[in-house]
């Protein structure tokens, strides 16, 4: 089973960046897409973004675009996302997903497993 392990979340002021990664342990990783989501206090968990198990296919939610970046190094068994330009309402707990199959999604029903997460604080 593959185990996802979450860092680089932080407390950071407006227009701020970081950095996320997501370090993956078992064999399948670079058969699998991997997402990032986001939950923030008394809200529904939502799709960040989302990329293939190449690379070379990634997909962004709106409230991110031009913001975000996703990428993966298959090698490392790791997927990241760099954040720019960060929001008091980028606010959130981070989660990266993995999925039993080479193609992206963007809903969290798609995908088979998680990590524990980490918290992003925004401030103002």
């Known amino acids: 089973q593959v185990q996802l392990v979450e860092s680089g979340g932080g407390l950071v002021q407006a227009g701020g960046s970081l950095r996320l990664s997501c370090a993956a342990s078992?064999?399948?990783?670079?058969?699998?897409?991997m997402g990032w989501f986001r939950q923030a206090p008394g809200k529904e968990r939502e799709f960040v973004a989302t990329?293939?198990?190449?690379?070379?296919?990634?997909n962004y939610a709106d409230s991110v675009k031009g913001r975000f970046t996703i990428s993966r190094d298959n090698a490392k068994s790791s997927v990241y996302l760099q954040m720019r330009s960060l929001k008091p309402e980028d606010t959130a707990v981070y989660y990266c997903?993995?999925?039993?199959?080479?193609?992206?999604?963007?809903?969290?029903?798609?995908?088979?497993?998680w990590g524990q997460g980490t918290q992003v604080t925004v401030s103002s």
């Open positions: 997903a993995g999925r039993q199959s080479p193609y992206t999604s963007d809903s969290d029903l798609r995908y088979d497993y």
């Open positions: 078992g064999r399948t990783f670079s058969n699998n897409a």
């Open positions: 990329i293939n198990s190449s690379g070379g296919f990634r």
